[in-house]
Every structure is written in structure tokens, then in C-alpha cells.
């Protein structure tokens, strides 16, 4: 039997021999997705906190790439809102433009924490 063979019985949900396995392996190569930081954490708080939930998801890959999504436009439009406040605007002092450029960012950084990642 050769390598399609062998799919097409693993896809039709057929048994497959110790032999046949080890070539269905060779053939068929693991997919590694790579999720960026938020879905990274989603990921690790479900396996952590709620196993559950990450049981009943049906697609894992596209819902932790959705939250990373998800977040880039949540940090957008927050960025955006929070730049016209006058307690974030820039002063010209370079410290003082650090610091509130820093509370702006935790102020994101929290709400997307709490908004998409730790949620149950």
C-alpha cells in the first residue's frame, strides 16, 4: 500500500497497522502554529485554569489567532482614544512623555488581559 492509500484509509476513519501508521506518519507531518502574544497566553491560562473550554473549542489555531486580532484592534482603537486625553497628551518633557506613554500601554495591556485572555 503506499503513502495516498494509507490516508485516504486513515481519513475514512478505517484501522491502520503499526506499519501503516509509521508511514502515515512520514507522510503526513504535523502542522506548528505559531500564535502571537496574547494568543500564546490564552492558551496557556485555558490549559492552566479551564481545560474544559479548550476541550469544546472546535478550532483552537483559529480562535487563538482570532484573539491576537481581537487584541491588535482592541489596542488600536483604545491607543487612539486615549491619545486625545489631555492626562496623555505630550508635554515635550521626555520623561514626562515616557511615563504617560507607559501608563497608556499597562492601561491597554490590562483591558486586553481581562477583556480576551483570562476569560472563562
Do not use: C
Not at 481581537?70 to 489631555?86: F, G, N, T, V
Request: glycine share 6%; charged share 35%.
Amino acid at each position: 500500500m503506499n503513502a495516498k492509500e494509507i490516508i485516504a484509509k486513515a481519513d475514512r476513519g478505517e484501522g491502520l497497522t503499526v506499519e501503516e501508521i509509521k508511514v502515515y506518519q512520514q507522510a503526513v507531518k504535523p502542522v506548528k502554529h505559531v500564535y502571537g502574544k496574547y494568543g500564546t497566553l490564552a492558551l496557556k491560562y485555558m490549559e492552566e485554569h479551564n481545560v474544559g473550554k479548550l476541550w469544546v473549542i472546535e478550532n483552537l489555531p483559529e480562535y487563538l489567532h482570532g484573539i491576537d486580532r481581537q487584541a491588535d484592534e482592541l489596542y488600536d482603537s483604545m491607543y487612539a482614544r486615549l491619545s486625545k486625553d489631555e492626562r496623555y497628551k505630550r508635554t515635550g518633557d521626555f520623561m514626562e512623555d515616557y511615563r504617560r506613554q507607559t501608563e497608556v500601554k499597562q492601561l491597554i495591556e490590562e483591558e486586553i488581559l481581562n477583556e480576551l485572555v483570562y476569560v472563562d
